[in-house]
């Protein structure tokens, strides 16, 4: 069982900037691909950012791409979501997910382990 601790979340002015960290439990982490999703009141859970096992390969969501940066450092156990120019649309709980079956991938159903999330406010 792999445990993911988001942080980082808060309130942010439009076109600030926030650091979303995820730490992992697991000391094989580098047998995971990991990705971030978000969640907007109302809405459904959409992809933002995913990252390989050995961090060489990423993708993103066009709503994102650009403004965020995903990476992750396996010798802390830990991916990042650097976000930039923020707009109040970005306001989500932003959750961190982990896979073991998949290099990387943007689809949820392919991540085997979710934090709890981590709420990011945007205001105008």
């Known amino acids: 069982q792999v445990q993911l601790v988001e942080s980082g979340g808060g309130l942010v002015q439009a076109g600030g900037s926030a650091r979303l960290s995820c730490a992992a439990s697991?000391?094989?982490?580098?047998?995971?691909?990991m990705g971030w999703f978000r969640q907007a009141a109302g809405k459904e859970r959409e992809f933002v950012a995913a990252?390989?096992?050995?961090?060489?390969?990423?993708t993103y969501a066009d709503s994102v791409k650009g403004r965020f940066t995903i990476s992750r450092d396996n010798a802390k156990n830990t991916v990042y979501l650097q976000m930039n120019s923020l707009k109040p649309e970005d306001t989500a709980n932003y959750y961190c997910?982990?896979?073991?079956?998949?290099?990387?991938?943007?689809?949820?159903?392919?991540?085997?382990?979710w934090g709890q999330g981590t709420q990011v406010t945007v205001s105008s």
């Open positions: 990252i390989s096992r050995s961090g060489g390969m990423t």
């Open positions: 697991e000391r094989t982490f580098s047998s995971y691909a």
């Open positions: 997910a982990a896979g073991r079956r998949t290099f990387f991938t943007r689809y949820p159903e392919e991540y085997d382990y």
